[in-house]
């Protein structure tokens, strides 16, 4: 092995053994920003579904109020 070898494996394993701070803070932020990410696509997820259940529920209410004044209409018919 020549010194440039040498020089590199030992700088990887004290890396590995004793991380510089900063790589540490990196790793940390790669970590968080992962689960960040993570989070948002859930959330964006939830977001679709609420939005979904949402128009559900308003095509629902919308048909109710139909019904509603259809039977209102045959009321005021049979009271006449």
């Known amino acids: 092995m020549n010194s440039e070898e040498v020089n590199s494996i030992y700088e990887r394993i004290k890396d590995e053994k004793y991380p510089k701070p900063y790589k540490l803070e990196l790793q940390n932020l790669k970590s968080n920003l992962e689960a960040t990410q993570s989070n948002l ?16 529920q308003r095509e629902k209410n919308l048909d109710l109020e139909r019904r509603l004044l259809d039977l209102e209409k045959a009321k005021e018919t049979e009271n006449r």
Do not use: I
Request: charged content about 30%; overall charge negative.
């Open 41 to 56: 696509e859930a959330t964006q997820s939830n977001l679709e579904t609420t939005k979904s259940e949402l128009r559900l």
